[in-house]
């Protein structure tokens, strides 16, 4: 048997199996906590932050529901992701994971509600569309208080408006 009419098959096998093991190795690389928003902003820092309360209800009835609060120098941080199989963090996990999500998310002094409501929901990796409310209240070390509201309602038809 003649292998030299085999022998560029060979090759690209060998350079296929080598590209394989390569994205094998490399490919479980450690990701960063942090995703890239499209929304952009300088983000706001977690000592800035007395108390965060986000509650976010999707489209099938499960619930994300971050809370953070402090007084003096204890802080007290609570993540349930209804999601994610009801994964719920407490403690000093749920701390870095409010950390994650405040300090990527656009800086929570910008006065425009629906690009804090983005940047929150791309740091979760939430689309806007499974969202059926959104409730965030929070108050700055400043003394700053604010809440946002959104509930979509699918179920409305844009005709109405039209129909006279």
Known sequence: MELKGYGPIIIIIAVLAILATAQGLY?????P???QSQVSGTGTSLEEIRRFDLEIELNDDREIEIRYQTQGEEA???VRRGDQN???LSGEEATRSVQT???SAP???NTEPLTIIQGILDQLGVHQANVKEFDLEYTLADGMERTIELEVDKDRDDDDERDD
């Open 27 to 31: 490919g479980g690389a450690v990701q």
């Open 33 to 35: 906590d942090m995703l």
């Open 76 to 78: 007290q941080a609570q």
């Open 86 to 88: 009801g994964e719920t």
């Open 101 to 103: 999500i405040i300090e």
């Open 107 to 109: 800086s929570l002094t």
